[in-house]
């Protein structure tokens, strides 16, 4: 059945976000959401995360689930290093063995082994954004929720920490919800990609893409096609 949105309504003030927004989220799949700014991307992930109460609808199949919420900043604990900020996540989940593996694999995972004793203050932002991403995967959860975790990043750092991610799920599929203001990364990680307009939001595009993630060249013709497209809907 899947992940269901339904009949969504979020207001604030004079500001109609949804009204009567709905919206399928496969599972095992990653969901690229692309919209305007300030379009109520993020509204809709802290919904979901239930962190802000909607005025109206449902969210069926998401009562059970554990969440991961990777933010644009990556609010690692300054006093911890990047082995300890992991671990720290899975405190109430593992033994204290468990926890030394679990962390160790993800760093690797993120190509990081050699920073573990790091503290957060000595590493790039890059660094730090791979450590955030290691930590959501290593909690023990059904869903990772991601709010532009890559914007402000430069191309070539985009690109390293999109190879991170997709080496990372690519081990354990779970389900993810992705924000994005950019289609190239939304092109590169999504199976499925949404387009938002403006508020009150309604999906006016959808696109599937089966392609593993290993596969994808955006220099392709499939591609430009497909993001020539999106990019026609967004700028509507």
Known sequence: MGLQIRNLHKSYDDLLLFSNFNLDIAEGEITCILGPSGGGKTTLLNIIAGLVEPSGGNLVGFNDKVLSYIFQDTRL???????????FV????????????????????????????????????????RVAIA?????????????????????????SLLRSFSRIWQTDKRTVIFVTHDVDEAL???????????????????????????SRDLSAPKYTEIKSELLRVLNH
């Open 77 to 87: 604990l300054p006093w911890k290093t990047v082995q300890e900020n992991i671990e």
């Open 90 to 129: 899975l405190r109430n989940s593992y033994s204290q063995t468990q926890r030394q593996t679990i962390a160790s694999r993800f760093i690797k995972l993120v190509e990081l082994t050699g920073f573990a004793s790091y503290y957060p203050s000595q590493l790039s932002g890059g660094m730090r954004q």
């Open 135 to 159: 930590r959501a995967f290593a909690y023990p959860s059904d869903l990772i929720l991601m709010d532009e975790p890559l914007k402000g990043l430069d191309v070539k750092l985009k690109m």
């Open 188 to 214: 590169m990680l999504g199976h499925n990609i949404v387009v938002f307009n403006q508020t009150p939001i309604e999906v006016v595009a959808h696109k599937t893409i089966t392609d593993s993630l290993f």
